[in-house]
């Protein structure tokens, strides 16, 4: 297992969520082993996210200082969070791309960066038809110069998306996130090539929870580098007396 890859993709994913919970009004900082926000909760995005496997005892007691239905992601999968009052939703495949050697990107006419309010509404209402999700993703992202809201485009219609974030640096070069991806039923394997045609001399990391799918990811040049898991807090663990 490459663990460089894992670690990145860790990294990348909590400096999107950082992105989001800052724009949210959320007061964010990278800790030693770990990401944390405070100050807001937002549905489908945790609060904190795993930089190591192993962690210190501050990592244990901002999960203590969590509110209820805070979300925390473990990057590695390793760690037990019942006794702390989580509950695990679910677990998932980190999947890495490697760059590709190709001198100039080819240029689609189908792939459009979303710049303004009223595209970013369109995209949001095609990505999803749950409104209350909507507020999620401000329009201050749009000002962010690591995160790109993408969309195909076909018969003046939003057909697939996702939401496109640079960092780290691996081996040179700046790592692309390709999270919140939505498309037609049955047309991931064209909406990922799509979505990724500008960017074959970067690398790229995902994750994916539906394992049916990941023989999509595999044929478009995706490795698998380890698993993720996502814990939400149902309850307050109560303190004893010495």
Known sequence: MNTDRQDACARNNALWCDAVLKSAGAATRFQSGFWQAEGAVLPLYPNIVTLAPKQSGDFYAALEALPLNAAVK????????????????????????????????????????????????????????????????SQALLENKTVDFAAIMKDGAIRAGAVCNSGPRLNGKDLLGLTNIFCRKNWRYSALHDLL???????????????????????????ECGSLGVWVKIRPVPTTDA
């Open 74 to 137: 473990d990057s590695y999968d390793c760690l037990d969070l019942e006794p702390a009052g989580f509950r695990k939703l679910q677990t998932a495949t980190w999947l890495f791309r490697p760059e590709r050697p190709v001198r100039k990107p080819p240029v689609s006419p189908n792939w459009h960066k979303v710049t303004q309010p009223e595209g970013l509404k369109k995209w949001k209402a095609s990505w999803n038809g749950d409104e209350a999700l909507y507020g999620v993703f």
């Open 197 to 223: 045609e500008p960017f074959p001399h970067r690398p790229v990391c995902t994750y994916e929870s539906n394992t049916d799918l990941l023989q999509v990811y595999r044929q478009l040049g995706f490795l």
